[in-house]
């Protein structure tokens, strides 16, 4: 499994934060989209209305934070793949970029809001590790997520593939539709690109709580 090649490199959510993907904990290039408003390429949407969002991003702090252990019973359920994994609780690497967990755990960014909160809860993990079949997840299907000991029941209203060059993280933060509360779903796709260590697109899965 390439770990380093999925390197999570994300615009800033704020102006007083900017943000990447990191795909491990060791060191890896720095590849950071300019902050500026996205152009999005090669999308693949599944929604007919133009949504409007609201951000649950917040200020990072001065110090990075750095993943924490997994909370037993905390996992993610997409039955539609047959995915069942653990949620690890991540923060920011020392290069201030979100962290990713190993290949079998999904991370939830400590920074966004956590299941049952208003909000978007963003959840993060590898195209070549837990995420292999999320492209294979369609509108309609469900998502449920066990997390400090509540089920909570999403489910998918939007999905797309973004150009590495055109990540939004307001919009990868925020609830589809201006619904209440929402789970959004990250991962590499597109191909592989060697000299930037990383591949070319994004995959991005939106969901809105049901139960």
Request: proline share 4%; hydrophobic share 40%; glycine share 10%.
């Amino acid at each position: 499994m390439r770990r380093r090649s999925i390197l999570w490199s994300l615009v800033a959510v704020m102006a007083v934060a900017g943000l990447g993907f990191d795909n491990s904990m060791a060191a890896a290039p720095a590849y950071f989209p300019a902050p500026q408003t996205a152009q999005q390429s090669t999308v693949v949407s599944d929604a007919t209305v133009t949504p409007t969002y609201t951000s649950t991003a917040t200020t990072m702090p001065a110090t990075p934070i750095v993943r924490t252990a997994a909370i037993k019973g905390n996992s993610l359920s997409i039955p539609s793949i047959g995915l069942q994994a653990s949620v690890l609780e991540v923060g920011v690497t020392a290069d201030n970029a979100i962290d990713v967990p190993s290949g079998s755990q999904v991370g939830h960014w400590v920074g966004s809001a956590r299941p049952g909160q208003t909000g978007a809860t963003f959840l993060d993990g590898h195209v070549d590790g837990v995420f292999n079949h999320l492209s294979g997840v369609y509108v309609g299907q469900t998502v449920r997520v066990n997390y400090g000991g509540q089920v909570y029941n999403y489910r998918v209203v939007h999905t797309e593939v973004v150009s590495l060059d055109g990540i939004d993280m307001t919009r990868a933060l925020s609830v589809w539709d201006d619904a209440a509360e929402g789970l959004n779903i990250m991962t590499c796709a597109g191909t592989y690109v060697q000299s930037a260590d990383t591949y070319d697109h994004r995959l991005v899965v939106y969901a809105v709580r049901i139960s």
